[in-house]
């Protein structure tokens, strides 16, 4: 198993390599020159507990790490680290909606699916590299992947992590979670801007040739946590697998029946984890974009057309408030026939006019997706609704899915059986959730809010959070966008050149 760079200019690269570098040198993104197909052998997953089924999935990326050793990495990323004995359980709740619950993880949210496993896949890593270099590891985060990360790479051996996160981007308890960090290893700057600006801010660095150099120098190399690296990724294919044979166990479909999946997306390493999983021979059928109203995606989806020209709005939704959806260049590379010049050519389009259009065989070749975007009111509105009927509780990224799934079974007709992305825990955004479902907030800090929410809904405050009222702040830094170079210097006590 080798890996190419999307843009075509990097020379290939096995699994370790490909993750250790987390970015191509030409500033493409790593992609396996073929993927792996379980069409015959699909019979065997079923009953697998979800680490069985995570060995199963990612192994035949990695040949080169031995079975024995990549079975305790998976054991060591998901034993006893989730309240919820099935890992990512899927939850019916009334006559058409399968969630997919991936936030029962130490931060409370769907990066911790693959966030745990990623720092046990780097440490392999390194030990079969051989090399001497420390790994700093640089994230970009519109909110979850920051505390995910800090939390998986919490005082590794060999490895520093630095997350970038926008000044006014996150809820509170996201930032909360972050800027609370405790790890030795560990390093959280607040960007004087928005994730675009972060993600592209890291990108840059990565691409900065002589600063990368003079890192190298002081003993350091560059990698990356978000899901533009491929170790990222791999990981989240393993969760739509395992979900798809819950719903065959609840016989809600019949092993070989095609499976809806309905993704709350900004970055799309979600949703592309799922066409991933499509394309090795799952039985997956439509893969329901969901945006917020920064619906650069679903524009994308409807017309061919991705055009990042707009206002980013700052929703209720944050951790989708993207508008340079960096993973699109992975389905880009796939739909395009893996034609490297072509997407060298569109990526170039878009950073230097901030849009691209694909041609008419690439859009048909997008036929598996179909995007559809939801207003505030309209994901409020679907908490309450849910919430009344059911009694059961979404936070508001899920419910952006939520409604993106229902606006897809009335504008189709398609009444196939879909299982829902639920990516965070409701308590991650109490204060949009209470405000949605009309509880009586008011003058309450967010500690109460999660409180009366708990109480409302009959369940009990996650103790992640309770923690988090006597966490001592250890971050409070602030950088302009132009100058994020300067955090990397600072935690590594660097007076290298500029």
Known sequence: ?????????????????????????????????????????WADFAGLS???????????????????????????????????????????????FNFLELYHGPTLAFKDMALS??????????????????????????????????????????IKILVFYPKDGVSEMQKRQMVTEDGGNAFVAAVDGN????????????????????VKGEG???????????????????????????????????????????????????????????????PLGRLICASNENHVLSDFFGTGIYDRNRPLHLTTSPSMDILISSNLERLIYEISGRDSEKVASLMQNLQENGRYEIDEVM????????????????????????????????DTHTAVGAHAYSRYREESGDRNCAMLISTASPFKFSEAVAEALNFSAAGLDFYQVSELLAKEANLSVPKQLEK?????????????KEDMKSAVMEFLGLQVKR
Do not use: W
């Not at 040949?63 to 680290?81: C, D, L, M, R, S």
């Not at 890593?125 to 990360?149: N, R």
């Not at 994730?195 to 691409?207: C, E, H, Y």
């Not at 095609?258 to 984890?273: E, H, Q, Y």
């Open 363 to 394: 859009k048909e070749n997008l036929q598996d997706f179909y995007g559809v975007y939801s207003t505030e009111e309209e994901i409020a509105v679907q908490i309450k609704e849910v919430f009344d009927a059911t009694g059961y509780l979404m």
């Open 195 to 214: 994730f675009d600006n972060a993600q592209s801010g890291v990108k840059n660095l990565f691409m900065d040739e002589d600063f990368c150099e003079a």
């Open 117 to 158: 496993f990623l720092p046990e896949l780097m440490k392999l890593a390194l030990e079969a590299e051989g090399k001497g270099e420390e790994i700093l590891i640089l994230t970009a985060t519109s909110g979850d992947t920051g505390k995910a990360a800090l939390e998986g790479f919490k005082n590794k051996e060999g």
């Open 220 to 282: 350091y190399r560059f990698s990356s946590a978000n899901s533009i690296n491929i170790g990222r990724l791999v990981p989240q294919i393993a969760y739509y697998v395992y979900g798809y044979f819950q719903l065959v166990a609840q016989r809600k479909i019949a092993l070989g029946e095609l499976l809806n999946v309905a993704v709350p997306t900004g970055n799309f390493g979600n949703i592309l984890a799922a066409y991933y999983a499509k394309q090795m021979g799952l």
């Open 50 to 96: 979800y680490e069985e089924t995570a060995f199963r999935v990612m192994s035949p990326f990695f040949p080169e790490i031995p079975v024995g050793k990549f079975k305790a990495a998976v054991a060591n990323a998901y034993g006893g680290k989730f309240e919820n004995p099935k890992i990512a359980p899927v939850v019916s709740v009334g006559d058409h």
């Open 468 to 480: 988090l009222k006597t966490a001592q702040v250890r971050f409070n830094q602030v950088y302009a």
């Open 1 to 41: 198993m080798y890996y190419q760079s999307t843009r075509g200019k990097s020379v290939k690269r096995t699994g370790i390599q490909a993750v250790i570098a987390g970015i191509a040198e030409d500033g493409g993104l790593f992609v396996p020159m073929e993927l792996p197909n379980f069409s015959g052998e």
